[in-house]
């Protein structure tokens, strides 16, 4: 184990996603004990301490996306001089689909100590509301942009078993859910979750179809996407069997047609070779 490069730690604040009621003790704590807060958005977090109604004597740096990499060796190096430096996103946990990450890797790497205030997760809340399967799921984050590349992801997750959360913006979700609606089907069962926690909180449940109806209409608010994962495919031997007939008939010799359909099909070898060779070598 590495010995630590110096007293400094890291600390990844969870803050509310909405309710400012949802901030723990701990996060009011760090806060006010910090030496470093490094914010996503210093104006969000001094409306947030106001209304926590908390205040601290830390230094306040600006941490996002634009200026991560180069702020990152500063905060090493009040790391390396032993201060406490709690890092916050304007809501959530940081490092999820925000910054923190570049962050994490850094003080790892040279050996600082990394911990957490677990705090409010809008992709934990919304799969916990959206009445999908829990038991599995998987976070997907934001999809690209521009169509096609979209279709390609979405194309990539068609078969996912596992429930899928997104985030999306706000006027891009209709035509986020079209596209879904068209990778999955438009009987796949999804949710939208609108405004979290928030005075408006809105939760959208149903096949992609519906959804894809009511999001014609503007949508507002900070948004989640859960869709339920591929069901189980059924296996059909005997079709398989006739695949594999069909393959021997374009040429290709029995055995590596059976390996072929197998691996494709998730099917044992031996079962399936037995299966297509009275298809292929009449008794």
């Known amino acids: 184990m590495t010995d630590p490069a110096g007293p400094g730690v890291v600390v990844l604040a969870g803050t509310p996603i909405g309710d400012t009621e949802d901030a723990s003790p701990r996060l009011l704590a760090e806060l006010r004990g910090a030496d470093v807060i490094a914010a996503e958005d210093t104006r ?16 306040v740096l600006s941490y996002f996306e634009g200026n991560e990499a180069g702020r990152t060796p500063e905060l090493l190096a009040a790391l390396a001089e032993g201060a406490r430096v709690v890092l916050v996103t304007d809501a ?23 911990t957490a205030v677990p705090g409010p997760s809008a992709v934990l809340t919304a799969l916990a509301v959206s009445g999908l399967p829990v038991d599995r799921f998987c976070f997907e984050g934001f999809l690209p942009r521009k169509g096609g590349e979209r279709a390609r992801r979405l194309a990539e997750l068609v078969a996912e078993p596992r429930t899928m959360v997104f985030f999306e913006a706000p006027h891009r979700t209709a035509e986020t859910l079209a596209a879904m609606a068209e990778a999955f089907g438009p009987d796949r069962s999804g949710a939208v979750c609108r405004e979290l926690t928030k005075t408006y909180e809105e939760i959208r449940r149903g096949p992609l179809a519906d959804l894809v109806a009511w999001a014609a209409h503007e949508v507002r608010g900070e948004v989640t996407l859960v ?7 059924t296996v059909d031997l005997d079709q398989a069997a006739r695949t594999v ?39």
Do not use: C, W
């Open 245 to 283: 007939a069909e393959l021997v008939r374009e040429g290709l010799r029995l055995k590596p047609a059976v390996a072929q359909v197998a691996a494709e099909e998730g099917l044992a070898k031996n079962a399936l070779y037995e299966r297509a060779l009275p298809l292929v070598r009449p008794v």
């Open 92 to 114: 959530g946990m940081p490092s999820v689909s925000d910054p923190g990450y570049r962050l994490v890797v850094a003080a790892v790497e040279r050996g600082f100590r990394v």
């Open 227 to 233: 869709v339920a994962g591929a069901a189980p495919r």
């Open 44 to 59: 969000r977090l001094r409306r947030l301490m106001e209304r926590l109604g908390i205040e601290t004597s830390a230094r």
